[in-house]
């Protein structure tokens, strides 16, 4: 499988971005899918994460009510909303694919990663 991310890029504080990850090979309907995003200088660290169907979505505290989380299993894609951006949302951001139908927080729990694509807030 695999990832290819788009999206990214530089806006103001208060600004919206939409993140798209489209995959190649293996099943993607049967993959749950997560985001990711290395501040810099920082660790990695999780964003959002979808199960296979679309049913279920979770995000981490800071982008409840900021980002969403959406699959297009026709397209094989999964897109990340971001809105309200903050200039503490700058980072590389990487989506992530497991061989479950359900997400997970961890990193460790993924089995195919696309390339980051950065996004840069200004305040």
């Known amino acids: 499988v695999q990832l290819q991310a788009s999206g990214g890029g530089s806006v103001e504080a208060g600004g919206s971005l939409t993140l798209s990850c489209v995959a190649s090979?293996?099943?993607?309907?049967?993959?749950?899918l997560a985001w990711f995003r290395q501040p810099p200088g920082k660790e990695r660290e999780f964003v959002a994460n979808i199960n296979a169907d679309g049913g279920s979505t979770y995000h981490q505290k800071s982008a409840l009510g900021r980002f969403t989380t959406s699959r297009d299993n026709a397209k094989n894609t999964v897109i990340l909303q971001l809105n309200r951006l903050k200039p503490e949302d700058t980072a590389d951001y990487y989506c992530?694919?497991?061989?479950?139908?359900?997400?997970?927080?961890?990193?460790?729990?993924?089995?195919?990663w696309g390339q980051g694509t950065q996004v840069t807030v200004s305040s």
């Open positions: 090979g293996g099943t993607f309907s049967s993959y749950a």
């Open positions: 992530a694919a497991r061989n479950r139908g359900f997400g997970s927080a961890l990193m460790s729990n993924y089995d195919y």
